[in-house]
Nanobody, 119 residues
Framework: QVQLVESGGGLVQAGGSLRLSCEAS????????MAWYRQAPGKQRELVAR???????NYTDSVAGRFTISRDNAKNTVYLEMDSLKPEDTGVYYC?????????????WGQGTQVTVSS
């Protein structure tokens, strides 16, 4: 069973920084891609950043150059460093682990952590 536990959200002024953490259990971390999604009020959940097992990353355009996703395989933890935050970054941020087993992909989610950016 895969479990993801996020931490690090909060309230910050525009231009500030936050660092989110997601610790994974279930013996899948080192060989699995990990991702961060967010959901703003009234909007669909969207992919923010992704890191594969080899450390390659990609970002949605709106956060590229401001957010950095990284992973520490020894700690089974993925991070999202968020700098130059904007009010439009406000939302609930979710950690995601897409686990491939044979022909199927099982998506595991954390409980979410609230990020609020004030103007």
């Amino acid at each position: 069973q895969v479990q993801l536990v996020e931490s690090g959200g909060g309230l910050v002024q525009a231009g500030g920084s936050l660092r989110l953490s997601c610790e994974a259990s279930g013996n899948i971390f080192s060989r699995n891609a990990m991702a961060w999604y967010r959901q703003a009020p009234g909007k669909q959940r969207e992919l923010v950043a992704r890191i594969d097992s080899g450390g390659s990353t990609n970002y949605t355009d709106s956060v590229a150059g401001r957010f950095t996703i990284s992973r520490d395989n020894a700690k089974n933890t993925v991070y999202l460093e968020m700098d130059s935050l904007k009010p439009e970054d406000t939302g609930v941020y979710y950690c995601n682990a897409p686990v491939v087993r044979g022909p199927f992909t099982y998506n595991y989610w954390g409980q979410g952590t609230q990020v609020t950016v004030s103007s």
